[in-house]
């Protein structure tokens, strides 16, 4: 099978990781050799309650039973993408109130772009350097990295970028800024945290200039950090809320959020300042209640945060310098880029399942499902220390 991925399959660099794939379960992926491979990643934080949840699986094939898709977004109400925005409602602070549902985290980037410059009027985007939100143009546009950028150019014009939790730059948000996106927590960067108050202080100075703060938690939110949503850590609430990932569990999703005075100006003038054919689609709107259901039903939420103890508990190493991050949102900080790229590639000769971050290339990924158990963290820290003691 890896022979037509590699011809058929475009490709995103040189070196895929190449496993070829039989079925997965709870925290294992199992290969067509008949491997276990323990998922230390969730799909990149995005497999919330493990690999094919009964709970997801049984949501889904009701759901496939009674419709799939019937409508494009925004003119049928559907049981299932309406019972979901409501619960995700009952859930959020105020104002947070009204759903945008989309088909990725950076359709949810692009729609959030639009509504704060379609509610403030104004072109003016400010972004965090060392920032991922996605790789459509607009999210794209948002990157600080010129390498990345630069042979894609023209992108989005009136963007500028902000150091993340460098209060002296929060002067540069003015009466001209339409927005200011921020990750809660900066994931591609290395797991960075908020630091003395730093999302409260952006969101007073957004709201002296009358500019919208949106925070962009698709990979934090659903409970991976110990709340539902990792802004709650940081007495922060956004004008406009992004997620997606972990939020159906493993099925392509991505949302907005935001007051119904704010939402409101995308429906009118022009009317459809956004549209999907596929956005709220009913089989994954079921299984993204399911998942969330579950999550405000069972103790997952807070058992991440002694999950991440156990974690830090574990990976004592010289090698491992830093362990950053939230709960279940994990990056070891190795001694060198070499350490941190021989240790995944070394794990995965060992059925451990480990990834790299995007910008940050001495740190090794740990986001396993919210539902691994005690004991295949266990197993799996094992073999991080013994690979850790041979390399
Ligand atoms: C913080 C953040 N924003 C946006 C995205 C883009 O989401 P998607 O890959 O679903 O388009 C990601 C994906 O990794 C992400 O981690």
């Keep these: 099978m890896n022979k037509d991925f590699i011809k058929y399959q475009a490709q995103t660099s040189p070196y895929p990781l190449g496993m070829e794939v039989s079925h997965a379960s709870g925290s294992y992926i199992y290969d067509t050799d008949g491997n276990a491979h323990l998922d230390f990643v969730a799909g990149v934080s995005a497999c919330t309650l493990g690999h094919c949840h009964p709970n997801v699986v049984s949501a889904i094939k009701e759901q496939v039973e009674k419709y799939m898709h019937v409508m494009v977004y925004g003119e049928y109400a559907q049981s299932p993408a309406t019972t979901y925005t409501k619960l995700l409602a009952a859930n959020l602070p105020e104002p947070l109130e009204v759903t945008y549902l989309v088909n990725s985290g950076t359709e949810a980037i692009e729609g959030a772009l639009k509504l704060a410059r379609r509610y403030t009027g104004r072109s003016e985007i400010i972004a965090a350097k060392s920032a991922y939100h996605g790789n459509t143009m607009g999210s794209l546009s948002l990157m600080d990295f010129e390498e990345r950028k630069s042979v894609f150019r023209p992108l989005l014009p009136d963007i500028y970028h902000i150091e993340f939790n460098n209060e002296e730059d929060l002067e540069k948000i003015t009466h001209k800024t339409a927005c200011v996106i921020l990750e809660t927590i900066q994931g591609g960067a290395g797991f960075i945290l908020p630091k003395n108050g730093y999302l409260k202080k952006v969101m007073d100075r957004c709201k002296e200039m009358g500019a919208l703060l949106i925070l962009d938690e698709i990979q934090p939110g659903f409970g991976r950090t110990g709340k539902l949503f990792a802004f709650e850590h940081f007495d922060c609430i956004p004008d406009i809320l992004v997620i997606g990932k972990g939020m159906a569990s493993g099925l392509p999703v991505g949302a907005f ?100 971050l995007l910008f940050e290339n001495r740190a090794v990924r740990i986001s396993p499902p919210l539902t691994i158990t005690k004991k295949e963290i266990q197993e799996g820290c094992e073999i991080i220390l013994a690979l850790l003691n041979s390399l």
């Design 257 to 356: 959020t935001s007051s119904i005075e704010i939402m409101h100006t995308l429906s009118e003038n022009p009317k459809m300042g956004h549209i999907t054919t596929f956005g709220g689609n009913p089989v994954i709107a079921a299984s993204s209640l399911a998942t969330l259901n579950m999550l405000l039903n069972s103790s997952l939420i807070e058992d991440t945060l002694k999950k991440e103890s156990l974690f830090k508990k574990l990976l004592k190493h010289p090698k491992i310098k830093e362990i950053r991050g939230r709960g279940l949102m994990l990056a070891l900080i190795m001694d060198t880029p070499e350490t941190a790229n021989q240790l995944v590639l070394q794990a995965k000769e060992k059925h451990l399942i480990l990834f790299w």
